[in-house]
């Protein structure tokens, strides 16, 4: 799970971290960044990780 932190990103982790409980727009409004990023973060997460969808990124984020 320490190689996972690694590639990602310090704001993909955040934004992952986030995707599991909050929409894409939610996300955006707490953090000052535009609904497009936060969606390329949530994408950029799943394709390293290779995850299906932003629960299952969540849940594995929240464990590291």
């Given at each position: ?60 984020l929240q464990s590291l």
């Amino acid at each position: 799970t320490g190689e996972i932190a690694q590639l990602l990103s310090s704001r993909e982790l955040q934004v992952g971290r986030l995707g599991g409980e909050l929409s894409n727009t939610e996300i955006a409004e707490r953090l000052s960044i535009s609904r497009r990023t936060v969606e390329n973060h949530i994408a950029n997460g799943l394709k390293k990780t290779g995850l299906a969808n932003r629960k299952e990124l969540a849940r594995l984020l929240q464990s590291l």
